[in-house]
Each structure stands twice: as structure tokens, then as C-alpha cells.
């Protein structure tokens, strides 16, 4: 077998090409035997499938790449769950833009690996005009906003908790027990107190409590806030905790991974008014974004904040290439081997412009409040809340949560919709999380018909036992 060809220089393209051309093949055929948004039968069928693709998953002799990119990306592509179908509504998991994907192929083929600049002397520079870029839209008034480019909101929330930890030595968090669980696991992993957790009876983060907690707290404290949490993406009301951080010398975090691209838009930004009153914020282009994963960020007000993450590794930055001008990479992140993700962010940022993401985010949360109009107007089904952003709850009417439950499996294991789950108020909610911006109101009706004649057959398929 002759030597495989290499994705780079210029005879990489004339050897992707046709392999592209397999690959696109296969994620089309693939699809359409799935023909849906997740496949039937659940695990076990998926897992037997998959499996048989695989076999051998090690060969003696090779298959050759045209008939392993078939083989496996037509297998994975079938077994797997489509974020593009408007039926496939569970999760923050968004479907990505092909422009953004075009770009993470080229990020793939030139493979720069963010560690030091002679290994990615264009991408640094992307890097930084693109981060410097998303920290000034988040905080405008400031005068050398910067942010990182992180593997998604977990990462940019234990950053924020190490930075806050560098400045004070130890630091006690204070959360909301609405707030994301990697805040928690944040705090254990940086060796920090468990945080105080205060009530969010409604969803958001209860002002009363946290004046309380913050009167009787001493020493230094960081307060998290969210911007669109993970069960009902309701946002924290961030200019009230802002004032009483203010008012008690506590540091503020803010997670707005879900929410924060709002800003993006004229309609919603209100919504997140406050966010550059925050000591570091995250951001999450893989949510609201629509950029394929990772594309997470952390921002912070002054460049300077992000000093305590400098290291030093002489092989990577040695002192006297620094100050020959090579840019030290190195305290960009806690990773040393990384992807060049700002690319696709820059292109879909250059290829849309404001106009363009903004009337994305609109049109996904009008699909949002059309899906909540819907079940308002459903005898048989039961609506939470209006949506603050583009998360829907909604039950049928005098189920109880085993009903729920079973019915969101139900639609799983037949492959008809992929619905999520969340418990508030002290019941269980089928959960929609609308991130595409194609989906339609026949679209959504379809999803409602089909909870509606499952809750049926559930129901008679009980009384009947």
C-alpha cells in the first residue's frame, strides 16, 4: 500500500478532494437511511450497528480510505443524532453552520496548534483580533477587554474560578442552585469551599437571599450568576447582583454560555444588560452561536486579569524569543497542544456580520414563543413559562412525571424526537431547546401531534392493563 497523502502544502487539497467528496457521500446517505432525527430501536440497535461497522475496529490489512470514510461515517451519520432536524430538540447541541464547518476542515487540514507562535504564526494573530473583538462586545466601555478561546462553558467557568482564586489566594463561591453544575465541580477540582447555594424559587437566582448570604460572608467572594440556565434558560437578574457585589466588595462571575450571544442582537440584548459589570463572563458559540464544538470563551474586562495564567516552558517561549517579539502563546490556556477554533468563529463572524447573526438569534427565539403560543393553545398540554430565550417546557395535562418520562423515552427509542428533560417546581418538564433557525411552524405543530397522540396511547395502553 503506498504511503497515505498528507492534508498540507499544496498537494494536500488534490488529495481531499475526492476523500471530501466520499465523506460528504456517505454523511447524505447516511441520513437518509436514519431518516429522522435520531435512530429507531435505542441502544442496543445503535450499539449492534455501529459495532458491526467496526468489525475489526483494528484490521491486519487496511480497507483503504475511500471504503473506511464510507463505511464508518455513513454508520456514525445513521446512528446519530441530527441537531439539524427540527425534531431533534433536547439539548443546547446546535446545529452548525456549513460555512463554520468549511472552516473547521481548513483548521484541520493546516492543523496550527496554538502553543507557540512558530507552529501558528497566522492563527495566532486570528486568535487574538477575533477574541480582543468578542471581549469588546461584551465589555464596551472598557479600555483592553481580552478573552480565550476555551473547549466550552465547563472550561471557561474553572478559569474564571482559578483567576478569582490567584487574586485572593481562596476565595468563597456563592451560587445559585440554578447555576450550571460545573461551577460546583469548578470549586472541588481548584480545591476551593463548596459554594453557598442560594434558592432560585423561580428559576433565578432569589436577590433577597444573596443580600443575606453576602451580609453575613467575610473574607473574599465570588458570585456567579447565569444568563440562561440549563433546565428553563431564564436569565439571573444581573443588574441587581451587580449592585450588591458592588455594594458588599464581592467579585462577580457571570455564565451566560447559553445567553450570552444575545448581545449580538437589538431585539434580545436588554435581556442581558449588565454583563460588563462582570470580573469574567462566559460565552459559548457551540449553543447560540451555531458553531460546530468547541467554540467556548471566557472574557474579562482588562487583559491583565489573565496574567496569573502565564507559564513558562522554554522549548515553547523561551525568554529571549519573547523579547525578540514572537508572541507567548502559552498563557492563552491551560492546554498546550490546541485547535486553531477561532477560524470558524472569524468566518462565520466576516460571513454574517452583525445583521446576519442577529437575525438568527430573532428567528430562533420567535420559533421559541410560536412553539409556547402552540401548547397554549393545546387543551392536553401544559406550559411552564414563557421562554426567556429559546427553551420551552411544556407536559401533558394530568400526567404524572412516570408518564412524562416514559414518553420522552418513547420518542427516543422510536426515533421520532429527541426532547429533553427537567425537573422545576417540583414536577418533570419535557424540555425543547430551539437552536435552528430553519425550523418551521409546521415544524413544531409536528412535534406537539406527536407528544399529543403518544400521551394517548400511553394513557388507554394503562387503563387498558
Known sequence: MPTPPLAGSTTGPTALRPLIDTVLTALQEGARRRDGPLPAGGPDTVTTHMRTAL????????????????????????????????????????PPLALATAADLAASALNPSMDSWDQAPAASTLEAATTQALAAEIYPHHTHPDALITTGGTEANQLALLLARERHGTIQTITGTNAHHSITRAAWLLGLPAPLTIPAPHGTLDLAAL??????????????????????????????????????????????????????????????????????????????????????????????????LHHHAPYLNADDDTHAGLPDLLGRSLRTTRRPDALKIAVTLQALGRTGLADLIDRTCAAAHHLADLITKTPTLDLYDRPTITTVLFRPTNSDDHTVATLRRTLLTRGHAVLGRARTQGRLWLKATLLNPHTTPDDLQKLLDLVTHLTTELTEGSTHR
Open 55 to 94: 468489525d475489526p475496529t483494528i484490521p491486519e490489512h487496511g480497507t483503504g480510505p475511500h471504503h473506511a470514510l464510507a463505511t464508518l461515517i455513513g454508520a456514525l451519520t445513521e446512528g446519530a443524532a441530527d441537531p439539524a432536524d427540527p425534531l431533534c430538540a433536547a439539548h443546547l447541541h446546535t
Open 211 to 308: 443580600h443575606t448570604t453576602l451580609t453575613r460572608q467575610q473574607g473574599p467572594t465570588l458570585v456567579t450568576a447565569t444568563a440562561g440556565t440549563t433546565d428553563t434558560g431564564q436569565i439571573d437578574p444581573l443588574t441587581d447582583i451587580a449592585d450588591l457585589c458592588h455594594t458588599h466588595g464581592a467579585e462577580l462571575h457571570i455564565d451566560a454560555a447559553y445567553g450570552g450571544p444575545l448581545l449580538l442582537s437589538p431585539t434580545h440584548r436588554h435581556k442581558v444588560n449588565g454583563l460588563d459589570r462582570a470580573d469574567s463572563v462566559t460565552l459559548d458559540l457551540h449553543k447560540l452561536g451555531w458553531q460546530p464544538a468547541s467554540a467556548g470563551i471566557l472574557a474579562v474586562p482588562d487583559h491583565h486579569h489573565l496574567d496569573p
